[in-house]
């Protein structure tokens, strides 16, 4: 159920990442057995993913060696169903929390058994609205309508894609960094998902988790992204669409999202896209969003080019969400995302000054790396239990999602 099976692609850095997470753990990805626990500095956020959005632009630069897997790479990615034929829940419209058993005496073949706790989006319409659905709770083996627990869950001829779920954001790009030129990188960033749904309109809350950064050239130079770099950035709104595929599958689409960091929002206004980053620290829009000494958002240079340096940065995003496809019961997304990244180091607080005049991040569609052989920019999001958290992602990465696309030796 975890492979993913569709080309994707969003917009994140080698050098920093425009996602971040919310905790100071690492997540512990199919593998990766690197560990980020810099105070400041961190997340991880594929991504992100699977696509309910589930976009946004999402970290942590790591040195070490990762010895996540790809499993089977292929060269031309298809547009499948994400579901595993071999699970017996991938037909069945069960939570991701529960436990799906063979039923000999049901027509159907399967039935859905709950854990005891378990909390998921029922459907049971909420009493004063009828397009809400009220939460259930798994009270000796059966699911009970919790009162006064109403989301938006109005799924009508769509896929149920309303509640929590964890997304991963897999960005690929070359950088060029003063004297580091065409470095690959690649940053997965992790979100917790609120999805409320009107049939074929999908409400969503991203609330950045962990953001990772890896590149060839880590040894020369790894950006690592602060705790306090994520917390800034907190949870963003945006707004996905469910469309219907002319061979009965479902697809999703998030128009492009502007992140403008580090800068006050009354300067951009309704249009972000055309405003121009500053570039001097004492411009009246800089704000200092992570509340420390230096402007913007401080990231911290590692290795040998970077000699621990702490920089002031601010940053321009955008990322888009395309060729979507959602599983029939809804508990997974993947899609493909195109991303921009600007950035601007505003202060350099250590040795090399050099570090001052920033990096370009390009989106990168091929890699130089044996075996991967893309997708090279997606999400993937899986359904999760409801009233988990990103501490919950973090701990779970593992598990929830597939094994990173990148070996790194």
């Known amino acids: 159920m975890k492979k993913f099976v569709v080309i994707l692609a969003v917009f994140v850095m080698a050098l920093f990442v425009v996602s971040c997470g919310g905790g100071s753990d690492e997540p512990a990805d199919s593998g990766d057995t690197d560990t980020n626990n810099e105070k400041p500095a961190d997340t991880d956020t594929d991504t992100s993913d699977s696509d309910t959005g589930a976009e946004t632009p999402d970290t942590a630069t790591d040195t070490d060696t990762d010895t996540n897997t790809d499993t089977e790479p292929t060269n031309e990615p298809t547009q499948e169903e994400p579901t595993d034929p071999s699970d017996p829940c991938a037909a069945n419209p069960c939570e991701a929390n529960e436990t799906c058993m063979a039923d000999a005496t049901a027509e159907a073949g399967y039935v859905c058994k709950c854990q005891e706790g378990d909390v998921r989006v029922g459907d049971t319409a909420c009493p004063d609205n009828p397009k809400g659905k009220l939460h259930q709770k798994c009270e000796n083996g059966s699911w009970a309508d919790i009162e006064g627990t109403c989301i938006l869950c109005d799924p009508g001829d769509y896929p149920k894609v309303c509640g929590t779920y964890a997304q991963k954001m897999w960005f690929t790009s070359v950088s060029k960094l003063y004297s580091i030129d065409g470095a690959e990188g690649w940053t997965r960033t992790y979100f917790h998902i609120v999805q409320e749904q009107e049939q074929d309109k999908v409400h969503i809350k991203a609330t950045y988790c962990n953001i990772k950064i890896d590149n060839d050239k880590s040894d020369l130079l790894a ?3 602060p705790d306090s770099f994520a917390e800034a950035l907190g949870t963003a709104g945006k707004e996905s669409v469910i469309v219907k595929n002319d061979d009965g599958t479902f697809g999703f689409n998030q128009d492009v999202f502007w992140e403008i960091r580090g800068i006050d929002p009354a300067c951009y206004g309704e249009n972000p896209a ?8 004492d411009d009246q829009c ?33 990322s ?14 993947n899609a493909l995302v195109d991303w921009t990244d600007e950035q601007k180091i505003l202060v350099v607080e250590g040795v090399n000054q050099l570090l001052k005049s920033g990096a370009q991040n390009l989106q990168q569609n091929s890699s130089k790396q044996p075996g991967f052989t893309g997708p090279f920019n997606f999400i993937e999001q899986f359904k999760i239990p409801e009233g988990s958290d990103c501490n919950y992602i973090v701990t779970n990465a593992a598990t929830i999602f597939p094994p990173d696309p990148v070996i790194l030796k």
């Not at 888009?320 to 997304?333: A, F, P």
């Open 223 to 225: 950006i690592v992204m």
């Open 274 to 281: 055309e405003y121009t980053l500053p570039e001097n620290k």
């Open 286 to 318: 800089v704000q200092n969003w992570d509340n420390d000494s230096l402007p913007g958002l401080t990231v911290i240079a590692k290795g040998t080019l970077g000699g621990n340096a702490s920089m002031g940065m601010i940053e321009k995003s955008s």
């Open 320 to 333: 888009k969400i395309h060729t979507g496809l959602i599983s029939k019961n809804g508990l997974q997304i």
